[in-house]
């Protein structure tokens, strides 16, 4: 949304606190318009009018050794690719369904087309920009209202421009198991098993699982959900954040890379996070997100039979967890959490094994 030369800093003197980095270009910059389409284009080049050249045509996906792929009817939303379809999302959102209205309020949600915008695949993929979206923001907020959710949005996209920004700082530090922060002491776990039953959906735990079997079964998650999944794998499992990251590489819709790992080095403490021991306990965001397990149930059939009090903590109608929670009842680790060392931990069998909200960031 923001460009590069209109920052009030160097990448080098990036602020690594995401509030100051806003505050700043808020205050300070201005979003560029976007590109008017032109009335007309000019005719076609003469060579190509007489025939002795040829546009050529798109090559189909079996040319290119690919497969479609079949959209699961448990999905939220049918997501089709172009321009075309991406501004009919924004129409749809913002002009004809209202949405943008309670965005604020709605966006923590998990089930369902409209508790956000779901613009993410669109951007990632450049069908729509940040600067469209921010334009049509304004205008709603001159024609129909301005408040907390319609401020929201643009907050959310400052976040992800952040992020490409702190990319530029540090490099392929954002890949590496230290991060950007290079926080040492943390020895984390490759322990495969493990990350097979958090991949899969079988770690026994029913907000987890059914989140994980979203990805699988559509290439997108909420953002409340990965920040669940992440906290989970990384806190709770003590597996290596970089498994989780390239997991999510190879299935996301919405996927680049400045956000996707971004995101994971902020959740695993390693990143742009002054609270780096931030902790999301599954029975908390089960109540706040999901109170009458109507997501698990969604996506886990066998848990919509059960009562909406059992659904999350189903005991022997499910899959046994394959870890304990570390802070089941608490959204908050301990001081030194941070020293644990996971990679020495034990952990119990069980379960089928296979092959973030105050101010808080989008994946």
């Known amino acids: 949304m923001y460009h590069l030369d209109d920052l009030p800093f160097t990448t080098s003197q990036l602020p690594d606190v995401y509030t100051q980095f806003r505050k700043g270009v808020e205050t300070r910059c201005q979003v560029r318009s976007t590109f008017k389409l032109p009335p007309s284009l000019a005719p076609k080049p003469k060579k190509f009018v007489d025939g002795e050249m040829d546009w050529g045509t798109m090559p189909t996906l079996e040319q290119l050794g690919l497969q479609a792929r079949q959209q699961s009817p448990l999905g939220v939303m049918k997501f089709v690719g172009g321009e075309t379809a991406a501004l009919h999302r924004l129409q749809d959102y913002f002009w004809e369904k209202d949405c943008l209205r309670v965005y604020k309020e709605t966006r923590n949600g998990m089930l369902g087309p409209n508790y956000s915008t779901k613009f993410s695949p669109w951007l990632a993929f450049g069908f729509i920009s940040a600067r469209y979206i921010h334009e049509e923001v304004k205008r709603y907020e001159r024609e129909r209202v301005s408040n907390d959710s319609t401020y929201w949005v643009l907050f959310e996209l400052i976040w992800r421009d952040y992020f490409r920004f702190v990319s530029m700082k540090y490099g392929n530090a954002i890949f590496h198991l230290e991060g950007p922060r290079r926080v040492k002491g943390v020895r984390w776990s490759q322990n ?172």
């Open 192 to 363: 495969k098993e493990l990350f097979d039953c958090w991949r899969n959906g079988t770690t026994g735990y029913p907000l987890i699982d059914a989140n994980m079997k979203e990805l699988i079964a559509t290439g997108f998650m909420s953002n409340r959900g990965r920040q669940i999944v992440c906290s989970f794998l990384v806190r709770d499992m003590g597996i290596d954040w970089r498994m989780g990251a390239e997991w999510f590489e190879s299935l996301l819709l919405d996927y680049d890379p400045c956000s996707n790992y971004g995101n994971w080095t902020y959740g695993a403490g390693v990143g742009n996070d002054p609270r780096e021991d931030r902790y999301f306990s599954i029975p908390k965001q089960a109540q706040n997100y999901d109170p009458d397990g109507d997501y698990v149930a969604h996506w886990i059939p066998q848990l919509a039979n059960l009562s909406k009090s059992q659904r999350h903590f189903p005991g022997q109608a499910y899959l046994k967890p394959v870890v304990s929670l570390k802070f089941a009842n608490s959204g908050r680790p301990r001081p030194e959490s941070n020293k644990l060392d996971f990679s020495k931990m034990e952990f119990k069998s069980g379960g089928n094994s296979g092959g973030f909200r105050g101010r808080s960031r989008r994946f």
